[in-house]
Nanobody, 121 residues
Framework: QVQLVESGGGLVQPGGSLRLSCVVS????????MGWYRQAPGKQRELVAR???????NYADSVKGRFTISRDNAKNTVYLQMNNLNAADTGVYYC???????????????GGQGTQVTVSS
């Protein structure tokens, strides 16, 4: 069984910063790409940022220059540093990962339960 546990969400004022973390635990052989999605009230879930196993990253246009995704492979953890937050960044942020199971040629996708980020004065 694989679990993803997010943390770091909360209430922040516009212009503020938050750092989200997501720890992947359980039985697997390796982690491929890791990413963060978000879902604002009344909107579809969207990709915020993604990082591959070799460190390549991509971002939604709306967060480029403000958010930074990184990972610590030794800790099976992905981070999302969010700076200069605004109201449009409000939503539930979900961690997501592609990984290889105990049998390495079997690939799986897992998601976390989400952490709420609210940007408001």
């Amino acid at each position: 069984q694989v679990q993803l546990v997010e943390s770091g969400g909360g209430l922040v004022q516009p212009g503020g910063s938050l750092r989200l973390s997501c720890v992947v635990s359980g039985s697997f052989s390796s982690i491929d790409a890791m990413g963060w999605y978000r879902q604002a009230p009344g909107k579809q879930r969207e990709l915020v940022a993604r990082i591959t196993s070799d460190g390549s990253t991509n971002y939604a246009d709306s967060v480029k220059g403000r958010f930074t995704i990184s990972r610590d492979n030794a800790k099976n953890t992905v981070y999302l540093q969010m700076n200069n937050l605004n109201a449009a960044d409000t939503g539930v942020y979900y961690c997501n990962t592609d990984l290889r199971g105990v049998i390495p040629w079997k690939r799986y996708n897992y998601g976390g339960q989400g952490t709420q980020v609210t940007v408001s004065s």
